[in-house]
């Protein structure tokens, strides 16, 4: 059974720092990526990493977001925090032979100003 497990989100003061954790089980999985959706406003992709250790970064958070990958488990080490990323903080793993992405359940991370 494929499972997809967030953990890390909190509060935290702007100019703070947290760190997502996402472990992927059931499978062995290709690329791995945090999105994250805000009140009121359509789910967006935050940060990708591949298999081999390739990455991507969103414009909004490049500089302030670094994305690492363990095997099967995922960081997200989140720097210089603003209000603006507020958001429910969501996992995808995309299953290397069943091709398909699986999500978590996500974790709330707000930041107060």
């Known amino acids: 059974q494929v499972q997809v497990v967030e953990s890390g989100g909190g509060l935290v003061q702007a100019g703070g720092s947290l760190r997502l954790s996402c472990a992927a089980s059931?499978?062995?999985?290709?690329?791995m990526a945090w999105h994250r959706q805000a009140p009121g406003k359509q789910r967006e992709l935050v940060a990708g990493?591949?298999?081999?250790?390739s990455t991507n970064v969103a414009d909004s958070v490049k500089g302030r977001f670094s994305i690492s990958r363990d095997k099967n488990t995922v960081y997200l080490q989140m720097n210089n925090l603003k209000p603006e990323d507020t958001a429910v903080y969501y996992c995808a793993a995309d299953h290397l032979y069943l091709n398909r992405k699986y999500w978590g359940q996500g974790t709330q991370v707000t930041v107060s100003s």
């Open positions: 990493i591949a298999s081999g250790g």
């Open positions: 059931g499978g062995i999985f290709n690329a």
